[in-house]
């Protein structure tokens, strides 16, 4: 009786073992897809900063003819 008992325990904790785990990966999926997110928009908007870098200097040259 107490044989089954200390198997069934040990396949318990066993899975709960796998079933945390799981709940790992998913976990460290999740951040690896917000920062590839976080880098996608960094790139998008790596042209706009660019575009208002530009339109400053562009506007600090017009003021300084003036």
Do not use: W
């Amino acid at each position: 009786m107490s044989m089954g008992t200390l198997y069934q325990t040990m396949a318990h904790s066993s899975g709960l073992m796998f079933e945390n785990s799981v709940g790992a990966q998913n976990n460290l999926n999740l951040s690896a897809q917000a920062v590839t997110n976080q880098g996608v928009l960094q790139m998008y908007s790596f042209v706009t900063v660019t575009d208002a870098i530009a339109m400053a200097q562009m506007t600090k040259a017009n003021t300084k003819k003036t």
